[in-house]
């Protein structure tokens, strides 16, 4: 604003519809602030006895912001408004389609509602986030519980999950600080409702809980979990293989690990911490060294992250996605369970699965085709002995 007010006369004439434009963003900041506040409302950080009460509202003060707010602290409070929109939200559905979809079919392919008393299987979410994927598991009758590390998460997750009262009760402004790649002035202010689904008014069937804190510090008791289901977060250790190990650790003989999203590796460009950054080709063999079997295994799948679907710029993953399996060594003997169906080094990617459908179908077609004579011969020929 203060550039735009040292602009010539003519030049502010000009951007007359922008300097409301910026006023409409101001406007849509504070409206988030509101929502931010609702959401601060429980002062889960801070004990109430660091807190002051005022009379007049029965509400919380709110203490002054610190005078150096870090950087990265602002870049997480605007990526937790967008995965509001993300995890609970209609606007987000597609992505939850993309990302969460093949986890919760393959959860359910094995651990069939028919074959097992579902309350029984537990299933671990390390990296929930604001934890709808935990949340469609556990309404499916499985007992679930999230793990998140982050406090902006927790908050918001927390906020979601317990105080909301009904459906679409808030509103959002998720893109209001996004100012490039705008074709229209109503893209950047855009509200997105949530929630789309009020937890409170439609509690799960089966247990549901998110634990805080650091993956690797928590989870250390073996044989505790029949199933591990990640999304978009092997990528965020130091050391993927430290991650491997404590999945294959803590899942019980015949549990499973699911796994979707890329390999962004976070640690990899960022100053005074390690990382090591392997492929896909050598996740696998780390996985099968560290004693997994991989029953299933995908590349290209699409995906897309907290994107601003009216944005110019739209970025997209093709991920990987796999199922591994903690063999059994009682089943193995007695032949319950089969070898990997697909060796380590076998790629395949999402649009292939489509190509083999084809040829499926094609296969099928002909064997429909009436037997010709012609065939008959041929197939006596066949018959013979050699």
Same mark, same amino acid.
């Given at each position: 604003m203060d550039?735009?007010n040292?602009?010539?006369?003519?030049d502010?004439? &000009?951007?007359?519809?922008y300097?409301?434009?910026?006023?409409?963003?101001?406007t849509?900041?504070?409206r988030?602030q509101?929502?931010?506040r609702?959401?601060?409302r429980e002062?889960?950080?801070?004990?109430?006895?660091e807190s002051?009460?005022?009379p007049?509202?029965?509400?919380w003060?709110f203490?002054e912001?610190p005078p150096?707010?870090?950087?990265g602290d &602002?870049? %997480?409070?605007q990526?937790?408004l967008k995965?509001?929109?993300?995890?609970w939200?209609?606007d987000?559905a597609?992505?939850?389609?993309q990302?969460?979809k093949?986890?919760i079919?393959?959860i359910v392919?094995?651990y069939?509602p028919?074959?097992?008393?579902?309350k029984?299987i537990k299933?671990l979410v !390390?990296?929930?986030g604001l934890?709808?994927?935990?949340y469609?598991l556990a309404?499916?009758?499985y007992?679930?519980e999230g793990?998140?590390?982050?406090?902006? &998460?927790?908050?918001a997750?927390?906020f979601?999950?317990?105080l909301c009262?009904?459906?679409?009760k808030?509103?959002l402004? =998720?893109?209001?600080?996004q100012?490039v790649?705008?074709?229209?002035?109503?893209? #950047?202010v855009?509200?997105?409702?949530f929630?789309?689904?009020? !937890?409170?008014k439609? =509690?799960?069937?089966?247990?549901?809980?998110?634990?805080?804190g650091d993956?690797?510090?928590i989870?250390k008791?073996?044989h505790s979990?029949n199933?591990v289901?990640?999304?978009f977060?092997?990528?965020?250790?130091?050391?993927?293989?430290?991650?491997i190990r404590?999945i294959?650790k803590?899942?019980v003989?015949g549990?499973i690990?699911v796994n979707?999203g890329?390999?962004?590796y976070h640690?990899?460009?960022?100053?005074?911490q390690n990382?090591?950054? =392997?492929?896909?080709e050598?996740l696998?063999?780390i996985?099968?060294?560290v004693?997994?079997?991989?029953?299933?295994?995908r590349?290209?799948?699409?995906t897309?992250y907290? %994107?601003?679907p009216?944005?110019m710029k #739209?970025?997209e993953?093709q991920?990987?996605?796999?199922?591994?399996?903690?063999?059994?060594?009682f089943?193995?003997?007695?032949?319950?369970?089969?070898?990997s169906?697909?060796?380590?080094?076998?790629?395949?990617r999402?649009d292939?699965?489509?190509e083999e459908?084809?040829?499926?179908k094609k296969e099928?077609e002909?064997l429909? #085709?009436p037997i010709?004579a012609?065939d008959?011969?041929? &197939?006596?020929?066949l018959?013979q002995?050699t």
């Amino acid at each position: 604003m203060d550039y735009l007010n040292s602009l010539s006369g003519e030049d502010q004439h &000009m951007l007359a519809k922008y300097r409301a434009h910026l006023e409409c963003v101001r406007t849509c900041i504070d409206r988030n602030q509101a929502v931010i506040r609702e959401i601060l409302r429980e002062r889960v950080l801070y004990p109430p006895e660091e807190s002051t009460v005022n009379p007049s509202t029965d509400s919380w003060e709110f203490d002054e912001p610190p005078p150096n707010v870090r950087h990265g602290d &602002m870049d %997480q409070a605007q990526s937790t408004l967008k995965l509001i929109a993300r995890d609970w939200s209609t606007d987000g559905a597609l992505e939850r389609e993309q990302s969460y979809k093949p986890i919760i079919d393959s959860i359910v392919e094995y651990y069939k509602p028919s074959d097992y008393e579902l309350k029984e299987i537990k299933i671990l979410v !390390p990296g929930a986030g604001l934890g709808r994927l935990t949340y469609e598991l556990a309404c499916l009758g499985y007992s679930c519980e999230g793990n998140e590390f982050s406090y902006f &998460m927790l908050i918001a997750s927390n906020f979601v999950l317990n105080l909301c009262d009904y459906e679409n009760k808030y509103a959002l402004y =998720p893109w209001v600080h996004q100012y490039v790649n705008n074709l229209r002035r109503e893209d #950047q202010v855009a509200a997105v409702r949530f929630p789309d689904v009020c !937890p409170r008014k439609n =509690p799960p069937k089966g247990h549901f809980e998110i634990a805080a804190g650091d993956f690797l510090e928590i989870y250390k008791t073996a044989h505790s979990y029949n199933c591990v289901a990640t999304c978009f977060f092997i990528d965020c250790a130091n050391n993927v293989i430290d991650f491997i190990r404590t999945i294959y650790k803590i899942l019980v003989p015949g549990g499973i690990w699911v796994n979707l999203g890329p390999l962004l590796y976070h640690y990899s460009d960022v100053s005074g911490q390690n990382s090591i950054e =392997p492929t896909f080709e050598d996740l696998c063999i780390i996985m099968e060294s560290v004693g997994f079997v991989i029953e299933k295994s995908r590349t290209g799948i699409h995906t897309k992250y907290a %994107q601003n679907p009216a944005s110019m710029k #739209q970025s997209e993953y093709q991920s990987l996605f796999w199922v591994c399996r903690k063999p059994d060594p009682f089943e193995e003997q007695r032949g319950k369970r089969k070898a990997s169906r697909e060796p380590h080094d076998l790629i395949v990617r999402e649009d292939s699965e489509e190509e083999e459908e084809d040829g499926r179908k094609k296969e099928e077609e002909q064997l429909k #085709q009436p037997i010709t004579a012609d065939d008959e011969t041929e &197939m006596e020929l066949l018959a013979q002995p050699t």
